[in-house]
């Protein structure tokens, strides 16, 4: 009995429409570069050409619109705010700005345009702030006060234009504006974002000489803008004397800007001095007080430092907040040191400093990279006696830990529990949990989950679909794949190249090559390229089919692509000639995958050892055995070649082939598949039929081959299509001792018994 070609529905394609919006074509305004070189003369600070005092690159800009279809978002300002930012939006290059700005005359106070100055440095729209504030100094109702000069300074600053901030600054007397603190920290930080920290330091001195009282925002600005331009140490440690001479007290952000220094300049004892001054300043420490100190130890390799500087804080009556702990174990997470993250937990608790989910999900990401499956579940459980909960982050890491473990299962379990706990899934919950079961050919589990999301209005994304499709197709359940894969267009989840392949892997393991050339229509259609899976895949389904010439032409077609031959790719070939029984091209096939620096895997070694044997080749059969035996880089090719010679066969040995099954199994069932095809079709041609019949039932026992036996009063079927010669040969010997054996023993027997295969 051959199975049914799957006809497909003929597509409908969609053109989209296409909105073209009028332009307008101006000229180009060019500007030349202005530099600024020369003495410190207070003099030079008050007149327009001040800016000869210093040096300053100023980028060549050009002239920007707004867009007329940038919106302000609804409610953020008043109703006239809006409309004038609108319109001013809408206004073409030339157009009047008194005409927009009279119609708001004696509705609008200089906050509210403070807000529209502020949306255009959001826009990054200096032209259009320049231009207002330009008009506004000729109109006494509207006149710019400082607030207003220090907004459009900061914008100019953020565009490099400092010639045009240090006029804007130099005019502020002529127009009656006096200059404070802000307008002169504005300009500080115009020049310092632009790596100019030797203006910002003689703009301090010049603000002093003013009489001009700097703040602590003042002093932060000079410091940051020489800890980034590189200032030693001991000249920003001046400054902070400095600064703390003049009356001002350093606050947090004083103290980050420090540690930030010692940090990049690799100066741990000197960010040690500058934590231990800020605790007796009474200054509370934050995030990035914690992530600034511990990226300087990360950088030394001394996190154990760390440790012990929050053991002291505590100590002192600091108590570090959870923050501090997540973000030192985090250092030790990504450094690979388990036990030290560990460590921290403890600490931490010991502190009396309660964990957070985070804390928790740290350690569970970082013990599922490790593969200590058992230690994430202790955890896990210990989390949640401590009343812990675990949030969506917390589910959304064991989700991913357990299914890329092979713990397919175990996934569903947790999802399970999450919805139990009523925490909320997120699609990378959804997508995590679609991989799995996608993984797993887990369908039933994988149509529950959709159904759920559809209940929620949760509309899939293509990657969780993606996960339905490739769980259907890993169970053989060719219609349903397709009609997930056609509901994503549906839906508006459109395919993406990695769907495709998943549903050519699917039809390809079948070899059912016709359906599998349609889809590959269908994806050419949609305007996606083959890729190295879909290749691989369509090389595995021609061969599964029986169409060895066009496994091998598709190869030849994968070479001249710009797809890159993988692993996978050079082991589908070697099961082509394998297949054909060809003995040398397989040797030859086998060789080259050596000499691409890849060891063989043990699916290459039986593809071989079935040619050899189909070919009565017993003594290089025998000779390949014993180099796959010998291994030294792999137990698992020593574990399975020992098996495969009948050394195993008892069942305390026999747990070390199972351990192999069991390791596999985290590749999940597209692996497996291939992996116990390749195994049977060597035991079957090396005359182990029983020990092939017991790993058939090992790879049942591991929910591959679903489809395999069927029985009811009427029909008792054997469906091997997605099997090797050898795999289904031990399949259905297996079947029909079992037929034989219930017939001896008297029972019922069907009317009706059949085999499915794939028609070639």
Not at 552 to 562: G, H, I, P, T
């Amino acid at each position: 009995m051959t199975l049914l070609f799957l006809p497909f529905p003929s597509c409908q394609f969609f053109r989209q429409t296409f909105f073209h919006r009028e332009e307008r074509w101006i000229p180009l305004l060019r500007r030349r570069r202005h530099g600024h070189s020369g003495s410190t003369n207070h003099d030079l600070w008050a007149g327009r050409k001040v800016g000869m005092m210093m040096t300053a690159a100023a980028r060549s800009k050009e002239l920007v619109l707004g867009n007329p279809a940038v919106a302000v978002e609804k409610g953020k300002y008043s109703y006239d705010v809006e409309s004038l930012i609108d319109k001013l939006s809408s206004l073409p290059p030339r157009g009047s700005i008194a005409r927009c700005l009279d119609a708001f005359r004696n509705r609008l106070s200089l906050s509210d345009l403070g807000l529209v100055f502020k949306e255009f440095a959001r826009r990054g729209d200096w032209q259009r702030s320049l231009r207002l504030f330009k008009y506004m100094q000729r109109q006494s109702w509207c006149r710019p006060d400082e607030h207003i000069h220090a907004i459009l300074i900061g914008v100019l600053g953020r565009e490099a234009l400092l010639d045009k901030c240090l006029d804007v600054f130099n005019d502020m007397p002529s127009h009656g504006v006096p200059r404070t603190a802000l307008s002169y920290t504005a300009l500080i930080n115009a020049y310092g974002r632009n790596g100019d920290h030797s203006a910002a330091l003689s703009l301090l001195a010049q603000m002093k000489s003013d009489r001009v009282a700097p703040t602590a925002l003042t002093y932060n600005t000079v410091l940051n803008s020489c800890a980034r331009g590189g200032v030693p140490w001991d000249q920003l440690i001046g400054l902070f004397a400095e600064m703390r001479h003049d009356g001002v007290r350093p606050d947090l952000v004083t103290y980050n800007t420090l540690l930030a220094a010692a940090g990049a300049r690799g100066l741990a004892d000197e960010a040690e001095m500058v934590l231990r001054t800020m605790l007796n300043a009474g200054v509370v420490p934050d995030n990035s007080t914690h992530t600034y100190l511990v990226d300087t130890f990360a950088k030394l390799g001394r996190l154990e430092r760390v440790s012990e500087l929050l053991d002291e804080m505590a100590a002192g009556g600091h108590l570090p907040d959870a923050t501090a702990y997540n973000l030192l174990m985090e250092a030790f997470a990504r450094a690979g040191a388990a036990k030290e993250a560990v460590g921290v937990l403890r600490q931490m608790q010991a502190a009396g400093c309660p964990p957070t989910a985070a804390t928790y999900s740290t350690l569970l990401g970082l013990y599922g990279r490790s593969g200590r499956y058992e230690d994430v579940r202790e955890l896990f459980l210990e989390m949640k006696i401590g009343n812990t909960a675990p949030d969506a982050d917390t589910y959304n890491i064991l989700i991913r830990v357990f299914g890329e473990g092979g713990y397919f299962k175990e996934v569903v379990t947790l999802f399970d529990d999450m919805v139990e706990e009523k925490v909320e899934p997120n699609m990378e919950t959804y997508e995590g949990l679609m991989l799995a079961c996608g993984k797993g050919g887990l369908h039933q589990d994988a149509k529950a989950v959709l159904s759920q999301m559809n209940s929620k209005g949760v509309v899939p994304s293509p990657k969780a679909y993606t996960g339905v499709v490739e769980a259907y197709g890993q169970a053989a359940l060719y219609e349903e794949a397709f009609v997930a894969f056609n509901t994503m267009h549906e839906i508006g989840s459109m395919p993406t190249v990695e769907t495709y392949s998943s549903l050519v892997n699917a039809f390809a393991r079948g070899g059912l090559f016709k359906e599998l050339q349609a889809i590959l229509a269908r994806m050419r259609g949609a305007g996606y390229q083959m890729n190295e899976d879909s290749f691989n895949g369509v090389i595995e389904g021609y061969c599964q089919g029986g169409q060895f010439e066009d496994a091998l032409k598709a190869y030849v077609e994968m070479q001249k692509s710009r797809c890159n031959p993988n692993e996978r790719t050079l082991e589908a070939v070697l099961s082509v000639y394998s297949a054909a029984g060809l003995v040398d091209e397989s040797k030859e096939q086998f060789q080259e995958i050596q000499s691409a620096g890849i060891m063989p895997s043990i699916m290459a070694y039986c593809m071989l050892l079935s040619v050899y044997a189909k070919n009565d080749r017993w003594s290089e059969a025998y000779e390949l055995l014993e180099e796959m035996k010998t291994n030294r880089i792999s137990s698992t090719h020593q574990v399975i070649a020992s098996m495969i010679k009948g050394e195993y066969d008892d069942e305390s040995n026999w747990q070390m082939v199972e351990y192999v099954f069991d390791k596999y199994n985290a590749e999940g069932c597209g692996f497996g598949l291939r992996f116990y095809n390749a195994l049977l079709e060597a035991l079957w041609w090396l005359g182990q039929k029983a020990r092939a019949a017991r790993v058939l039932h090992e790879a049942e026992r591991r929910g591959l081959f679903p489809e395999l036996y069927h029985q009811s009063k009427l029909v008792w079927s054997v469906d091997v299509h997605r099997m090797s010669v050898g795999g289904a040969l031990a399949a259905v010997s297996v079947w029909l001792n079992e037929i034989h054996g219930r017939f001896k023993r008297g029972d019922n027997l069907p009317h009706l018994a059949t085999i499915i295969v794939v028609a070639s």
